[in-house]
């Protein structure tokens, strides 16, 4: 049995994951879905790993290639069942930091004071965080760098997982759940009521620290600016946009953003 990177290193997650429910302090009927969860993650990265012996080679090339897309969901997921509560104390930390940092531009409120433009364009570009990555790994494919795709997931899982991994030990609620009705500025529009309605329903009400879905873009980006410059700093451009939108949108703190971009840029030069 042949494993490739992506599948290593999801076997690898969610086997840690499950690990860590057994001791962890959550209802058990909850820790027992976290390792079935779990179970299930492991067994689709055995399947791709003996797919070759049962399917034909292009689909199981195919498989192999997109199927970590989808369990990165699944991972999530698994995360997320270990979140119960917010620790105040962390919680408070990262507001402090967002307070001292962005300062003036709070103006007494826990809300980012943007014209109304920028706030359209940063709430569209938030939307791009989540076809980002599958986009950037297809655009490689399109550009004939399919035998990089093993280093596309040594990016991008790495960068993604770590975020996930801390959510049961760094619990937070994102600071779009703590505003009170009176220091909220944001107008709905389509594109807010849109990313509202995908948090609600596809959101597992968490903050990951850092932020996930800053990292992963980023992580994918970069692996496209390595081997095509002008796709690379096109997808890079989203990235930086979905960072400044969680933070000016309050899906995330400042640190989150920051450690988001920093985590995938530093694994990144230590892979080059």
């Not at 850092?210 to 997808?235: E, M």
Request: aromatic share 16%; charged share 15%; net charge positive.
């Amino acid at each position: 049995m042949d494993l490739s990177f992506a599948e290593l290193i999801n076997i690898s997650y969610f086997s840690l994951i499950s690990l860590i429910s057994i001791f962890f302090p959550v209802p058990v009927p909850r820790r027992l879905i976290t390792c079935a969860v779990g179970a299930f993650g492991i067994a689709v990265c055995i399947f791709l790993a003996v797919s070759p012996s049962l399917l034909s080679e292009q689909t199981s090339h195919a498989l192999r290639i997109w199927i970590p897309v989808g369990l990165i969901l699944v991972a999530y997921r698994q995360s997320g069942l270990l979140f119960s509560k917010p620790r105040p104390g962390f919680q408070d930390f990262l507001l402090g930091w967002d307070r001292r940092l962005l300062g003036r531009f709070y103006r007494g409120s826990e809300v980012i004071r943007v014209p109304a433009f920028w706030r359209i364009y940063l709430e569209i570009f938030y939307l791009f965080c989540y076809p980002l990555v599958p986009a950037a790994l297809g655009v490689l494919i399109l550009l004939n760098f399919q035998d990089r795709v093993d280093e596309f997931w040594m990016l991008v899982l790495p960068s993604t997982y770590a975020c996930y991994a801390l959510v049961p030990f760094l619990p937070a609620l994102p600071p779009r759940l703590l505003h009170t009705g009176r220091e909220i500025e944001i107008k709905p529009g389509k594109a807010r009521a849109l990313n509202e309605w995908l948090l609600r329903y596809g959101s597992i009400q968490a903050n990951t620290f850092p932020s996930a879905h800053v990292a992963s873009c980023t992580a994918a980006s970069l692996v496209l600016f390595r081997y095509d410059t002008w796709f690379g700093i096109i997808f890079l451009w989203f990235s930086l946009s979905i960072a400044a939108a969680v933070v000016i949108r309050r899906y995330h703190y400042l640190a989150d953003a920051i450690l988001g971009l920093a985590l995938p840029l530093a694994l990144f030069f230590l892979m080059r």
